[in-house]
């Protein structure tokens, strides 16, 4: 589905990322781990289309396509998800103002149709459920005066709402106690397919235990060091970043 | 980035920009005392009216243009306007299809089809090209009610002493410059009555539209709503695009009498100017209302046009109980200024008053809130609650506020919040990756944030209102 090929790239001439191989093949569930600045955060705001970083090489090839051709609204289009770690507010624009409108310009995007307010309501009704929210969510301000847990669910919402090919979690289960985790867990693996692909960025094994990755990665100082399966991610709860650190210091 | 984005919303055309070919009856420019007498006799005028315009220029002749204003503009030459206008075949009309179909094109561009509006929307229009009425619609169906819903002329001839009584006891001639000089001149406008305990069945329309190079228009719009009685208003204006700088000077005066309640909506979109900032319209307007015992006005607008806009629609509380609003959305874009607000006076006892205002800054514009909440010594408990927030839109706008307060009553309770932000990449990046453009991102985030004060105008006129925000912002919020 993507294949991300020795991507390099900085911020104001700072390198952040230097050299990522990635594959992700449809129906699989990836996980990148890794200490704190080595540049996890860069490369989902890369995939995603965030303008602020400069390119200096590689590739992403998404189902055939470059991406790094495309608008972040048109990788939208294509299926691409971010779940934002620090998802904003936009005020006086309600949940459902603002996911019907991403809905139906994400299908002019693609030349469909609008979809019917009717089948909109209905699917509206069956996520909220799905995630347990309560339906007065669909009519507050868009993640203003959310909780930390709140605006992450809304953002999963989003996600069973405009069902991506590939959905890239950034950090979903920071700031989440153990009963929101639960819910925003479940609420992911249930949208899981064979036609879909989920990449997990998270810090802590604990969000692993429920979305189960067939692949971890670590990421270290702006490269992938290391590749496993979960153990690799129950290896690194155990013994945390430093041995990470001291292998490839 | 959004610079990029904001630079190429900003620099959309005004769609609106186009002329339309009526021959039209234009007296030479200059203003004097027989070009006050021509327009006067023009309209066939009683002697009083007469003599109240020329007292007026009088007046206006010993008063110098305002400057306290937070705008730069050249003043314009008063003796090079032309003081009267009117489509040359003026005669009565019996229905639309006698109006020039030239004129009913023009309706059409700007999306308001008379026959749309009559058939479909139920809302009596007194459409005004220039400065003369040129049909007036749903007249019967009010007049059963015993509704006087038509153009000033009109009613100096045919209800002398509605008008008589009530003109210039809201905004008296010597208020201030512009409405010294509309007192003057004013050529034509729309006046309402609605009678005692009446609930107008419909929403009450008018269009002005410039269509004159060079012509200055001055409408004088006089609406009163006796005891017991409710209307709600709709104007709306939009206007050609021009080179030249054009005045509007128009005065608008409400009574609101005891039990009444009166709602008045504008939306604007005079020609803001094009992209260098040449051109455009200044309007400077005058609105009060006053209201009695009980009372309620109610003012909603929504700004987008003009090269210069100094405007404050206000409310005097002069009885117990009453209360006023204010409802603005402003909109500045390229080089457009706008210096607007609101002033709530409160002279009665238990007057309550709310003033919401949000103003948009794009492009070089300066977007200011200038407001006045003044309690009087006899207006006991008297309560205000003012919000005034500012979004900016790129890096080279300005927003200003300047709120004056005065109380001199201690129980009075005045609360005022105001907030400034700016249109973040984050928000717009944000929209981009759920697959929402950035233009649509941008009219997005305006209408929420305008949310509070769309919500207040009538159906009809918020889509419009909301098509308009959009015009006027695209490439320039995004």
Redesign the interface.
């Known amino acids: 589905m993507i294949k991300i090929k020795d991507l390099q790239a900085g911020i104001e001439e700072k390198e952040i990322l230097r050299g990522i191989d990635l594959e992700i093949n449809a129906g699989e569930v990836h996980a990148i781990m890794g200490p704190n600045g080595s540049g996890k955060s860069t490369l989902s705001n890369i995939i995603a289309g965030r303008e602020d970083y400069e390119i200096s090489a590689g590739t992403i090839d998404f189902e055939g396509e470059d991406l790094m051709d495309l608008s972040p609204e048109e990788r939208a289009h294509k299926g691409v998800f971010l779940s934002f770690q620090y998802p904003v507010e936009i005020p006086g624009v309600t949940v459902s103002n603002f996911i019907k409108t991403a809905i139906n310009e994400s299908r002019k995007g693609r030349g469909e149709e609008a979809m019917e307010a009717r089948e909109m309501l209905a699917m509206m009704r069956e996520k909220t459920a799905l995630l347990e929210m309560d339906k007065s969510y669909l009519s507050r301000s868009l993640n203003e005066g959310f909780s930390g847990g709140e605006k992450k669910r809304n953002e999963i919402f989003q996600m069973a709402m405009l069902q991506p090919k590939l959905a890239i979690l950034d950090e979903t289960d920071s700031g989440l106690d153990i009963d929101a985790l639960r819910i925003v867990a479940n609420g992911v693996n249930k949208l899981r397919s064979k036609d879909n692909a989920v990449l997990v960025i998270t810090h802590y094994q604990r969000l692993l235990d429920y979305i189960e990755p067939d692949f971890v990665h670590v990421l270290y100082n702006g490269k992938i060091v290391k590749s496993g399966d979960k153990s690799l991610a129950l290896e690194l709860e155990a013994k945390g970043y430093d041995w990470i650190k001291a292998e490839n210091a | 980035?959004s610079d990029e984005i904001l630079g190429e919303i900003t620099a959309s055309e005004y769609k609106y920009g186009f002329t339309t070919e009526i021959e039209s009856d234009t007296v030479p420019p200059g203003l004097n005392e027989d070009v006050i007498r021509l327009i006067s006799s023009k309209k066939n005028e009683p002697e009083w009216m007469l003599e109240w315009r020329l007292d007026a220029y009088h007046t206006w002749s010993e008063m110098v243009e305002p400057d306290w204003p937070n705008v730069h503009y050249q003043k314009p030459d008063f003796q090079a306007i032309s003081y009267y206008s009117a489509p040359k075949q003026k005669k009565n009309l019996d229905s639309l299809d006698e109006v020039d179909p030239e004129l009913l094109k023009t309706f059409e561009k700007l999306g308001i089809s008379l026959d749309e509006q009559k058939r479909l929307s139920g809302v009596a229009m007194d459409v005004v090209v220039d400065s003369v009425s040129v049909a007036t619609t749903f007249k019967e169906t009010l007049a059963e009610k015993g509704i006087i819903f038509c153009s000033m002329s009109d009613a100096i001839q045919e209800h002398p002493e509605l008008v008589r009584k009530h003109l210039g006891t809201v905004v008296p001639k010597r208020d201030n410059f512009y409405a010294a000089l509309n007192s003057a001149v004013f050529t034509d406008g729309s006046f309402c009555y609605i009678p005692k305990g009446v609930h107008c069945p419909m929403e009450l329309s008018t269009y002005f539209r410039i269509n004159e190079a060079g012509t200055g228009q001055f409408e004088r719009t006089l609406l009163i709503a006796d005891a017991g009685s409710f209307v709600s208003y709709l104007e709306g204006c939009t206007a050609p695009q021009r080179d030249e700088n054009q005045l509007h000077a128009a005065v608008v005066e409400l009574v609101a009498m005891e039990d009444a309640e009166i709602k008045y909506s504008t939306v604007q979109n005079w020609f803001p100017g094009d992209a260098e900032g040449k051109g455009g319209v200044f309007n400077f307007v005058t609105k009060r209302g006053i209201c009695e015992r009980n009372a309620k006005i109610s003012w909603t607008q929504v700004e987008t046009g003009s090269a210069v806009t100094w405007k404050y629609p206000s409310c005097i509380l002069k009885g117990d109980h009453s209360i006023g609003e204010f409802y603005s959305v402003a909109v500045t874009n390229k080089f457009q200024q706008a210096d607007t607000g609101t002033k709530m006076i409160h002279l009665g006892k238990n007057t309550k008053s709310t003033i919401i205002s949000k103003g948009i800054s794009a492009g070089k514009s300066h977007n200011s809130y200038r407001g006045l909440v003044r309690v009087g010594a006899r207006a006991e408990n008297a309560r205000n609650f003012s919000q005034c927030d500012s979004l900016l839109m790129g890096d080279q706008c300005g927003a200003h506020t300047f709120p004056y307060i005065e109380a001199q009553h201690p129980s009075a309770q005045i609360e005022h919040e105001a907030t400034t932000s700016k249109i973040?990449e984050?928000?717009i990046?944000?929209?981009?990756?759920?697959?929402?453009?950035?233009e649509?991102a941008i009219a997005?985030?305006v209408?929420?944030?305008?949310?509070?004060v769309l919500n207040q105008l009538p159906m009809e006129f918020a889509v419009e209102a909301q098509k308009l925000l959009e015009i006027s912002l695209e490439g320039s919020v995004g």
């Open positions: 980035m973040g984050d928000q990046f944000y929209c981009n990756q759920r697959g929402i453009g950035t649509e997005l985030i209408n929420g944030y305008c949310k509070e």
